[in-house]
């Protein structure tokens, strides 16, 4: 079994079509960390308006921020 297991791992590894996976593992990672940049914005931009809503909504009720 593990002598199987070895000869598949071996034969995968000095394959050429083994590179793109590198490649499609890279370019994976890329869009996962353009996603979470923009998330972080998207989330930056959500807060403040959320905050500013709630001030003005604050403000009309007579609160004081």
Not at 10 to 24: F, I, S
Request: with cysteine.
């Amino acid at each position: 079994m593990f002598r199987s297991l070895y000869q598949f791992i071996w034969k995968r590894l000095r394959e050429e079509e083994g590179a793109t996976m590198v490649e499609y593992a890279l370019v994976l990672a890329l869009v996962v960390i353009v996603c979470v940049i923009a998330v972080g914005f998207v989330g930056q931009g959500t807060l403040g308006l959320f905050n500013q809503q709630g001030d003005l909504l604050g403000n009309s009720l007579g609160g004081t921020t």
